[in-house]
């Protein structure tokens, strides 16, 4: 096929790209991107650039194009770009399993290396449901979780998603059916974890596990929360005999000012889930992580492994990136820079507070949000953001950003003024 034009490009989208969470055809006319570098997206047909304040939904960590991860890909490239995982191993995905397992949370001692984060929830919900099962207490198959929730769109995420006013609403007569409590208030209230404590040992019986995203709830509605009901479930789900996942796909490597949510309450869950980030943004890659009580309850069953196995498991490419991304991260004052984008976001976006129709300005580590009391207009909001030179990806009644840890002063303060702008016109 010869060089597209734009039009060209954007007629052949609309006609048979499928774009997330949108209708076939295509209605909004998206932005072409012809490069990205640093914090930058090149726009095609020479319209400029924008600043990402969203780092790629949150997983461009170090920007695009950098040398370090370019080089790691190209190395790896050099070597071998896949190979089967069954009844092979190789270096890259040894070496990220220890480095995850060195990075989190104590007790956190083996890795499932999944393809994404929705499927790492997937492997999440099917280790503790064998778990029980393995030990002969097949009853303890239902999940609890607290509303206002996202963990991803394949099946057993999507029903621990909200069932109300959620995007997946749709399948809510389908999906497993699981407990939910109110969500998690930004304070901590003790008749808050009354009822965290009431609804487990209610459901003891038939819980299989709790699963949540630690401090920050993401697409579901970026709410922060205090770290203290973290413990709280703790404590319930091992006085109940519940196991505990922790979905960090979002909140994972850093972004809230911990290189993981649960280590602002030191508590150790016994699955967790990471991804987004893992690679850099670089290449599609997630990990569910368990302790050495869930594997060996699970090897010691009628069904002694667990059954799940994806064909482009471990992929070399991919884990030989994350080791660099994670190596990257990790050999630099991470925490430095988080808390400097934190400060810029808190300055830059506390004008947004006086505007008609915010709710609410929130901000923790190199996350920012601005609520409205109403849907945002997408169109007329990302066309104002855009004015500014920044992209941004609001969504229902949010406006918010997430930028690369590697985003300058100068950029975070545009990005800031590119959220006011967006909520003063959506």
Not at 303 to 320: D, E, Q, R, Y
Not at 403 to 423: E, K, L
Request: proline share 6%; hydrophobic share 45%.
């Amino acid at each position: 096929m010869p060089d597209l034009t734009v039009p060209e490009l954007l007629e052949l989208d609309r006609r048979h790209v499928w774009h997330p969470y949108g209708p076939m055809p295509g209605r909004q006319e998206p932005l072409v991107v012809a490069a990205a570098s640093g914090v930058r997206l090149k726009l095609a047909g020479g319209s400029g650039e924008l600043v990402d304040g969203m780092s790629s939904w949150w997983s461009a960590i170090h920007g695009y194009n950098h040398p370090v991860l370019n080089e790691a890909a190209r190395e790896q490239l050099g070597r071998m770009s896949h190979v089967m995982f069954g009844g092979l191993t190789h270096e890259p995905a040894v070496r990220l399993a220890k480095l995850l397992v060195d990075m989190s949370p104590d007790g956190l001692e083996h890795v499932f290396l999944a393809d994404s984060g929705s499927v790492s929830v997937e492997v999440a919900v099917k280790m503790c449901l064998q778990y029980w099962r393995s030990l002969g207490r097949a009853s303890k198959q239902r999940l609890l979780t607290w509303r206002g929730g996202y963990h991803g769109d394949t099946w057993q995420p999507m029903s621990v998603c909200d069932p109300e006013g959620g995007m997946h609403e749709l399948w809510s007569g389908m999906l497993p059916r699981q407990v939910f409590v109110g969500p998690p208030p930004a304070a901590y209230e003790e008749s808050y974890t009354q009822e965290l404590r009431a609804a487990i040992a209610r459901h003891a019986d038939e819980l299989a596990a709790v699963i949540v995203e630690p401090v920050v709830q993401g697409a579901g509605g970026m709410r922060f929360h205090s770290p203290a009901y973290l413990r709280v479930l703790r404590e319930a789900c091992d006085a109940h005999d519940v196991l505990l996942v922790f979905d960090e796909i979002a909140t994972g490597f850093g972004r809230t000012g911990a290189l993981f949510a649960a280590g602002h309450a030191a508590v150790t869950p016994d699955v967790m889930c990471v991804g987004k980030a893992l690679t850099g943004g670089y290449l599609t890659m997630a990990a569910t992580l368990c302790t050495t009580r869930v594997a060996e309850g699970i090897s010691r069953g009628e069904v002694p492994v667990l059954a799940h196995g994806p064909t482009f498991m471990g992929n070399p490419l991919a884990a030989s990136v994350a080791c660099a991304s994670i190596e990257l991260l990790l050999g630099q004052d991470w925490l430095s820079e988080v808390k400097r984008i934190e400060a810029g976001l808190r300055e830059g976006l506390a004008p947004a507070a006086e505007l008609p129709g915010v709710t609410d300005v929130r901000v923790l580590g190199a996350i920012g949000v601005v609520q409205l009391d109403h849907a945002v207009d997408m169109k007329a909001a990302t066309e104002a953001a855009v004015r500014e030179g920044v992209w941004l990806r609001p969504f229902r009644d949010l406006i918010y950003t997430m930028p690369p840890y590697v985003t300058g002063d100068v950029d975070v303060a545009r990005i800031a003024r590119a959220v006011c702008a967006a909520a003063r016109e959506g």
